[in-house]
């Protein structure tokens, strides 16, 4: 069996995922697709992300590619989570992680949908959502892009008010429309687009997937997208375990074993661990030049496996927050050695979790000035997650 060390893992991880000075590149296209998906939850993080990863990025790169070239696509794929990707990866997430998704959402909206009171019965009611999906993508086609509310003012179909969470302590109302929008998102048919606001806004003006695919997605079988994922993933994020990819795609361990048994990957020795390896992938990894990185929160890169020690070590509890969302994190030489923070007065503020030399610190502080330079004075909040400790601490 291959025995894989730490050290060659994090070579690995460090030339795949464009961190080096030498892998860098100058297309945000080519950074996402590295990463098969640049996290999109947070939208800062594509940006942030993908500068860490380019020579010379800046915010009109990457929405020129988002919303003028449209060689990328904000897309929600794994573990119900929204990401940005290239186009020829969206089919791949669509038929592998999106198509479950979208049963389990078009399962709760008619839960909604019935106890609001739209029809009697459940044909009924079904029926009453697929004439409601047929107009809101005809309002859409129509005005080209648009906001939920926006969308809600063209049919009283999509003012329909929903109850979240009925009877929960934190339940609330929601009109049909935006819960619609999500639906149709997760079965390929709409595409958040621009931000009502800035580049680091998290509401999007919808338009239809086919401003970006004209003749739709291509159809992939279910059991063949998952396949085709699983050997992505493993050529990006390998050598991993079964269960890093079954926690990373929000597959079950059905799916997850089916996949790989089609794959038919290489075992590996993890110092103790068996790890998964495309049987192409087993050459020995170069070594590259010392590297420093400033990554977002919820970075495609620590969110791509379930277990973290060989680059994390003892450091998660002050740089994840409660639900298991990493914050911004320093990088040297293929492990986790701090974290990041924007002070009251917008400036970057670096800590280490650990002692790691001048020379790591000189790094840092290098790349603290190239993200300084691209924010420009932009001042970034945590969407959609916690603050982590680290993120408490440095921001007083």
């Not at 929160?297 to 002050?318: I, K, N, V």
């Not at 650990?354 to 001042?379: K, M």
């Amino acid at each position: 069996m291959r025995r894989i060390d730490v050290v060659e893992r994090r070579a690995r991880l460090a030339l795949r995922h464009r961190l080096t000075t030498d892998t860098r590149s100058d297309d945000p296209v080519e950074v996402a697709r590295s990463l098969l998906a640049l996290h999109s939850t947070d939208p800062s993080s594509v940006y942030v992300g993908a500068w860490a990863r380019m020579r010379d990025g800046q915010v009109a790169d990457v929405e020129r590619a988002l919303y003028e070239d449209r060689s990328l696509i904000r897309f929600m794929g794994m573990r119900r989570t929204v990401f940005v990707t290239s186009l020829d990866m969206a089919p791949v997430l669509q038929a592998a992680c999106s198509r479950t998704v979208a049963a389990r959402e078009r399962r709760l909206l008619l839960k909604m949908l019935a106890e609001s009171g739209v029809a009697d019965d459940e044909a009924t009611v079904a029926a009453w959502l697929s004439e409601t999906e047929a107009v809101a993508l005809r309002a859409l086609k129509e005005r080209g892009e648009a906001t939920a509310t926006e969308l809600a003012s063209d049919d009283p179909r999509l003012s329909t008010e929903l109850v979240m969470a009925r009877g929960k302590a934190y339940e609330g109302r929601q009109k049909l429309a935006s819960r619609l929008l999500l639906l149709l998102a997760a079965e390929g048919h709409v595409v958040r687009g621009r931000p009502r606001g800035t580049w680091t806004s998290h509401q999007y003006r919808w338009a239809p997937l086919t401003d970006w695919f004209p003749g739709g997605l291509t159809e992939w079988e279910t059991r063949e997208a998952e396949t085709e994922l699983a050997r992505r993933w493993l050529r990006v994020f390998g050598p991993a375990t079964a269960d890093d990819l079954r926690w990373w795609a929000g597959w079950t361990k059905t799916q997850t074993k089916r996949a790989l048994t089609q794959l038919s990957p290489v075992e590996v020795d993890l110092d103790g661990t068996v790890g998964l390896l495309l049987a192409d992938d087993l050459a020995e990894t170069p070594r590259p030049e010392p590297w420093a990185a400033l990554l977002p929160a919820l970075d495609s890169t620590p969110m791509g496996w379930q277990h973290r020690d060989w680059f994390l070590g003892e450091h998660g509890p002050r740089l994840f927050d409660r639900n298991g969302n990493i914050g911004p994190s320093l990088w040297w030489n293929g492990r986790i050695v701090g974290g990041w923070a924007q002070d009251g007065g917008g400036e970057i503020v670096c800590r280490f979790l650990e002692d790691v030399g001048t020379d790591a610190e000189r790094a840092v502080q290098v790349e603290a000035e190239r993200l300084t330079v691209r924010l420009g004075g932009v001042r970034l909040a945590p969407r959609t997650r916690g603050r982590t400790w680290l993120e408490d601490e440095l921001a007083t």
